[in-house]
């Protein structure tokens, strides 16, 4: 109960919600962990599933990622940064730990069971096939590349928010997503042609 009683001196800090779950977890508030992990799971889950192309691996990822959270709460200082970007470098590197460690190699037959609300289920299938062709090509790019643009096109973040979460720098990132979009585009010609 004390800790839901720890003072907080900063103005900012109090004001967001967020940051006051993670100081009071890191004191070892396990109600204030619990709300903060209902809070992270949904989204990290998604990211993770955009990067890793892999339900499986990214539960794992998010698991992996929730408990480190638990244990480096206490570390966490919102004057060195948000804990948003903290929060996304430690997601993001147990996601890319995570396929590292593991390596698995998804049938192309698995990419293509996506599922559509389309009109009609001729519709379906050209979108399914659209899709799982995309993702495979995806799939086929480096870690990094992959990250940097699912961060970039499917969470919407800033190119330094990026470089913050990939412990690297701006011009890295711009890099990263400049090669991506060059290898999907080479690998995707064929598919471009199909679509005039």
């Not at 809070?39 to 599933?49: E, H, Q, S, T, V």
């Not at 940097?148 to 913050?164: T, V």
């Not at 990939?166 to 990132?173: H, I, M, Q, W």
């Not at 890099?175 to 471009?192: E, M, N, Q, T």
Request: glycine share 6%; aromatic share 4%.
């Amino acid at each position: 109960m004390h800790a839901l009683m720890r003072p907080v001196n900063d103005a900012a800090t109090a004001a967001d919600p967020v940051t006051l779950l993670v100081l009071r977890a890191g004191a070892g508030d396990h109600r204030a962990f619990a709300d903060l992990a209902h809070l992270l799971a949904r989204p990290a889950l998604g990211a993770c599933i955009r990067i890793l192309h892999d339900r499986q691996l990214a539960e794992d990822a998010v698991q992996e990622a929730l408990t480190r959270l638990w244990r480096e709460a206490a570390c966490f200082d919102p004057a060195r940064g948000s804990f948003s970007a903290w929060w996304r470098r430690m997601l993001i590197n147990c996601a890319l730990d995570g396929r590292r460690r593991l390596r698995p190699v998804a049938a192309l037959d698995e990419a293509a069971e996506i599922s559509d609300a389309g009109p009609t289920p001729a519709r379906a299938a050209e979108q399914a096939d659209l899709a799982a062709r995309v993702q495979a090509a995806a799939a086929e790019l480096p870690e990094r590349q992959r990250a940097a643009l699912a961060l970039f096109h499917g969470d919407g973040l800033s190119m330094q928010e990026i470089a913050d979460t990939l412990e690297t720098s701006e011009k890295a990132v711009e890099g990263l997503l400049l090669r991506g979009r060059a290898a999907l585009k080479s690998k995707l010609v064929d598919l471009k042609d199909e679509m005039e």
